[in-house]
């Protein structure tokens, strides 16, 4: 059987989609990336492996912030941001989509759509609150797991207000109601409105956010979140059933539009071969640009990071 | 700043004083920057400070600074500036020069305290440095349009390097058209005729400091180049020269004036670019443009006033507008990611509109 594949490497999380020829999903993992990308690359493969040991790979896509390292590990044919691939998983399984909000590990984006066509999208800038690294710190300070999250901000009864602009005014606020005596699930809701509030006001930035609306990314997963966005913007939230690989899962259908005849996908043995990734600091010029060089069983197969040039190479495709 | 110290070279060439060209903006820079200057103080503040800490390394005793007035905290920098370089007993010469439209008698008497008898050698420096600001600019437009076309990724980036010190060694005028024919010549050969249907066209306007200096913006021109961007950097050297130099009758009147393109959506100064930034949007969108690039520094005021009115352009005149708030970070994956995104839309949209 011949695959599309689609990975999508975050800050957070590793996630690998294969669709089948109709564009199916049939197989998907969620991988914590835990600070190891290369290693966490070649276990998402050795797992599809093990799930579809018969499969063949027809053309592969990366995409998320460790797209282009990822790439090279597997041997990719397309590269694609993050903001696109999140376009394109929306569109396929809502087509009159006009707007999605995803909130992932490290960063959150708004995407505004009108007739199967991005019209507008933004990122968060400069701060990190709002995120979803932030709910699982705070998850883990108030001593709840992060799946149980959702729940417990729904059992809220009396939210209590948290300032949402700024993750250092979130905690001391949290820390300050907390030490009041207000009970846990009502900061946990609090949290949740202040998040969303941040949310529209920094990212969403006065865009027209219209029906029908995805939410996805791994926050999606959050009924506390979604009730809270439900409630700000006064209308239903869908989350899509793959929301957790939704930017893998846009990766691999941009991958199966490819016309191509020979995949540059490394093959399955890739999870045992020797990956090196080591940097050096470049001295020709004051940039001193930090390089760094992929080695797959001791040779340079792939070099990038400096500003001029003079050391990048792959064996993959461009962006 | 960008091309700009080619021009102040030749202008203070020309006057009979030696000029020290610090080295480019580096790593090197940021920290010396960032460790003097105040920490709120915007991005182009920190390293026209580092800038200026290394050309004194290199040897200057003296430094010409713009003054200015206005809403935007760059009239105050040259009086910071020269505090904190006598705080760290940097002993040199601190001019300033206020704007001529605003304030022509306090810039006449630094002129003359400065160049006493040398003042009749004005009229040649400002032709040889104009001379020199036409060809900067021209050879930048020329590389951005050939950027997308180049047959070798780096190719027209070389070729501008090269142009650029050409011009620097030219004395006369006729050396530097010379220059730029041989840019041409030699452009021509490295690039494809025609633009690809995937060609896309960015207008970028904004903070001119973010605009001009490439290692401050994390050289977004060439980065949107080699997307397949054709990029029209609207604020450029000649373009500054004329809007905040030059008296009346050269200034940039009727159609092409961005100042009077902001009506209705911005009708007073708010300060540095802000004014231009909203109307040279408008200008893009009439000139058929694909998009724009807004850049600013992180929490520049004028350029903020910008970023709220422009989405109502936008809406108005379809044509979608990417801020970006560029402070001293070096991540350039969020950036790119950003441009990727922006190129795929418009792309998308113009295929759409041929639909």
Redesign the interface.
Same mark, same amino acid.
């Given at each position: 059987m011949k695959v599309n594949l689609g990975l999508d490497v975050g800050s957070v999380s590793t996630n690998l989609v294969a669709l089948d020829e109709n564009r199916n999903v049939i197989h998907s993992s969620y991988l914590l990336t835990a600070g190891r990308p290369v290693e966490v690359v070649q276990e998402a493969v050795a797992d599809l492996q093990r799930a579809l040991p018969s499969c063949s790979v027809q053309a592969a896509g990366t995409t998320g912030s460790g797209r282009e390292l990822a790439a090279q590990v597997l041997g990719a044919d397309v590269i694609k941001n993050e903001i696109t691939a999140h376009a394109v998983a929306a569109m396929s399984v809502q087509p009159d989509v006009r707007c999605v909000l995803e909130i992932g590990g490290q960063d959150s984006k708004i995407i505004i759509l009108q007739n199967g066509v991005v019209t507008d999208f933004a990122m968060n800038t400069v701060c990190a609150a709002g995120t979803g690294s932030f709910l699982d710190r705070q998850a883990q300070r108030l001593g709840i797991d992060i799946k149980d999250l959702g729940r417990l901000a729904l059992a809220s009864r009396n939210p209590v207000r948290i300032a949402g602009r700024c993750a250092v005014f979130a905690e001391s606020d949290m820390i300050h109601k907390q030490q009041m005596g207000c009970g846990v699930e009502d900061i946990v809701r609090g949290l949740c409105e202040a998040l969303v509030r941040n949310y529209l006001n920094n990212v969403g930035k006065g865009k027209a956010i219209r029906q029908p609306v995805l939410f996805q990314g791994g926050v999606a997963a959050n009924e506390g979140m979604r009730s809270a966005f439900e409630e700000a913007l006064g209308y239903p939230v869908i989350v899509p059933e793959q929301h957790k690989v939704m930017g893998a899962l846009g990766a691999a259908i941009i991958a199966s539009r490819l016309e191509t005849n020979e995949s540059r996908f490394r093959g399955f043995d890739l999870s045992e071969r020797r990956f090196e990734s080591r940097g050096f600091e470049c001295s020709r010029c004051p940039n001193a640009c930090e390089v760094v060089e992929l080695l797959m069983e001791g040779s340079v197969v792939a070099r990038w990071g400096g500003r001029c040039g003079r050391w990048e190479r792959s064996d993959a495709a461009g962006a | 700043m960008g091309d700009f110290w080619v021009v102040l070279r030749a202008v203070i060439d020309e006057l009979g004083m030696d000029c020290v060209v610090p080295? &480019?903006s580096?790593?090197? /820079?940021v920290s010396l920057g960032t460790r003097w200057a105040p920490e709120t103080a915007c991005y182009p503040l920190k390293l026209c400070l580092g800038n200026m800490l290394e050309a004194i390394d290199k040897g200057a005793d003296a430094v010409l600074m713009a003054g200015g007035s206005g809403p935007c905290r760059f009239g105050y920098y040259a009086q910071v500036e020269r505090q904190i370089l006598s705080d760290l007993n940097k002993h040199v010469h601190f001019h300033v020069l206020e704007p001529p439209q605003t304030h022509p008698r306090e810039l006449a008497s630094s002129l003359v305290a400065l160049l006493g008898r040398r003042m009749a050698r004005i009229p040649r420096a400002l032709t040889v440095g104009w001379e020199k600001a036409l060809a900067c600019d021209d050879v930048l437009a020329k590389s951005h349009l050939l950027r997308p076309r180049e047959d070798r &990724?780096?190719a027209t980036t070389r070729l501008h390097t090269s142009a650029i010190r050409a011009i620097d060694e030219a004395s006369t005028v006729r050396e530097v058209r010379r220059a730029v024919k041989a840019f041409t010549e030699d452009a021509c050969v490295h690039t494809r005729p025609q633009g690809g249907p995937r060609e896309v066209h960015i207008g970028i306007v904004g903070e001119i400091f973010m605009i001009m200096d490439q290692?401050a913006n994390l050289?977004i021109e060439e980065k949107l180049g080699r997307?397949g961007a054709v990029v029209h950097r609207k604020i450029t050297i000649t373009d500054w020269i004329r809007t905040h130099l030059f008296p009346w009758p050269w200034k940039h009147t009727g159609s092409d004036d961005p100042r009077a393109s902001a009506h209705p959506y911005l009708n007073h100064f708010v300060g540095g670019d802000g004014i231009e930034s909203v109307g040279y949007t408008v200008l893009g969108a009439r000139e058929k443009l694909d998009g724009m690039v807004h850049l600013l520094p992180?929490t520049c005021m004028p350029e903020i006033v910008a970023k709220s009115v422009l &989405?109502q352009v /936008?809406e108005d005149m379809g044509i &979608?507008v990417l801020s970006l708030?560029l402070d001293e970070h070096t991540g350039e994956?969020?950036l790119? /990611?950003?441009l990727?995104?922006?190129v795929?839309?418009l792309r998308?949209?113009r295929e759409?509109a041929c639909r």
């Open positions: - | 080295p &480019p580096s790593a090197k /820079t &990724p780096g290692f050289g997307l992180f &989405p /936008t &979608p708030s994956a969020g790119v /990611t950003r990727e995104a922006f795929d839309l998308a949209r759409v």
